[in-house]
């Protein structure tokens, strides 16, 4: 089976620096997506990590180690819009095909004034 | 206009009774796919199609069934509604790569 792991939720200020951990174990690895989801909306992607090392997009970067089994997601420059659920998702591809996305259940960000 | 949309937006039913959501795509992708969202577990899928005469289950199945009348349109129908059935459900879609998954606004359904 598939174990993804992240912390439920974090705070920070406006204007700061916010690194989201998640951790994974599966089997058959292919690809560890970002999205973010605002409270009833539908989740948004974000990024998409296949091989180690950063991928960066503006303000938000995305890390990945393969042999460790651990991503992060890095968010510069802390908006009060980016306040939001941010779910990491592996991507796995097991024996008998077909790619398939399993959610962790998500780390709740709120940034303050 | 949205490129994946969800109907209804919001429903409330009684234990027992059959419903259908719908879901539609106009970004002309294969894939298709139902979640289901409840606080504190995540998104779950329930079932996933990756063509119009390919219909597979996801981690949660039971209770639910799909069709996918073509290849812009997924059901999703719950036979007999029970209460641990009320959740979010999202549809979703992806082009064959599977690379982004793009989601629809969601059905907040709550069965009493």
């Known amino acids: ?113 | 206009d949205a490129d994946v949309t969800q109907t209804p937006r919001n429903r409330i039913t009684k234990t027992g009774k059959r419903i259908m959501l719908e879901c539609s795509q106009t970004k002309g992708h294969d894939r298709m796919y139902w979640y289901r969202q409840d606080p504190g577990l995540g998104l779950r899928l329930i079932y996933y199609s990756f063509d119009v005469k390919d219909i597979n289950k996801g981690e949660i199945s039971d209770g639910y069934s799909v069709s996918r009348q073509a290849q812009a349109k997924f059901s999703l129908s719950l036979e007999s509604a029970i209460p641990n059935q009320t959740a979010l459900y999202f549809c979703a879609t992806s082009d064959a790569s599977g690379y982004e998954q793009y989601f629809g606004p969601g059905t907040r359904l709550t069965v009493t």
């Not at chain 1, 912390?7 to 292919?30: H, L, R, W």
């Not at chain 1, 296949?50 to 997009?57: A, M, S, Y």
Request: neutral net charge; charged residues 15%.
């Open chain 1, 1 to 113: 089976g598939q174990n993804i792991d992240q912390p439920t939720e974090m705070t920070a200020t406006e204007g700061a620096i916010v690194q989201i951990n998640c951790t994974y174990q599966t089997s058959g690895f292919n690809g560890l997506f970002w999205y973010q989801q605002h409270a009833g909306e539908a989740p948004t992607f974000l990024s998409y990590n296949v091989l180690d090392g950063l991928e960066e997009k503006g303000r938000f970067s995305s890390f990945l180690s393969r042999s460790k089994g651990y991503s992060y997601l890095l968010l510069k420059e802390l908006q009060m819009k980016d306040s939001a659920s941010y779910l990491c998702a592996v991507r796995s591809n097991p024996t008998g095909g077909g790619n398939k996305l399993t959610f962790g259940t998500g780390t709740q960000l709120k940034v303050e004034l």
